[in-house]
C-alpha cells in the first residue's frame, strides 16, 4: 500500500494571505499525523508565498513522521534543506507566475544544475526524488542522476477526462514500470483528490502519494484528521 504524504502549504497560503500567525501549517501538521498520515509535505518557494524558513525549521523538531521538502534548485533554498537535513527532498521546477508547480522537472534541459543540486542534498543525508512529467527519457535520465525515488506527476491525468484520463494513466502506468525496472522508488502527486485518486494508487508498487489541495479544501468543512483519515481509506 502507497503511503499518504501530506502537502500542508495550502495552511501556510491561508496565513499569508493576512501576514499574521495563524493558520499555523506547524498545528496542521500535528493534526494530520494524528489523522494517519505517513509524512508531511511542504515546499519552501524562492518567493517564500506559503511555507516560511520558520516553519522547515519548527516542523522538522515537531513532526514525528519522515519530512519531504519540496525545493526548486534555488542555492538559497538548497542551503536551508542541507542545514535542516528533512527525511527527503523532492526536486521541482519554479516559476515566480505560476499558481502552482506546472510541470515536471525538465531534467534533460538542466542536467548539470540538477546534478548538482541532487549531490549536495544526498551530501547532506537527504534521500533525493525527482519530480518528473511521464515521460521516458526524464526517467532514464533521473536514473543515471543517482536519485533514490521519482515522483510522477499526476497533473495531466487529474484534468483529463473519458478517453484522455484512460490514456493519461496508461502513461502513468507505464513510466511506473520504467521507475520499478531501474529500481527506484515510485511516488505519485499534484491533483489528486477524492474522486481520482484509487486508480493511481493501485499502480503496481505505488509507494508514496503526495496530497495537499483537496484534503485541504476538504478540512475547511471536515478538520484536518477526518480529511486525512478518509484519503487514507481510499489508499
Ligand atoms: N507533489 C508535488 C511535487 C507538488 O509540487 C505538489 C504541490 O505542491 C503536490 C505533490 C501536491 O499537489 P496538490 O496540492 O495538487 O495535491
Known sequence: MAILGVNIDHVATVRQARKTYEPDPVWAAALAELGGADGITLHLREDRRHIQDRDVRVMKETVSVPMNLELATDEAVLEIA??????QATLVPEKREEVTTEGGLDVVSNRAVVAAAIQKLQGAGIVVSLFLDPEPAQISLAN????????????MYALAKGAARDAELNRLVECASQIRGFG????AGHG????????VAAIEGMCELNIGHSIISRAVFVGIQQAVREMKSLI
Open 82 to 87: 542541507c542545514e535542516v537535513r528533512p527525511e
Open 144 to 155: 543515471e542522476l543517482g536519485v533514490e525515488a521519482v515522483e510522477l506527476h499526476t497533473g
Open 192 to 199: 489528486l483528490n477524492y474522486h481520482n485518486v484509487k486508480p
Open 184 to 187: 527506484m522508488t515510485l511516488h
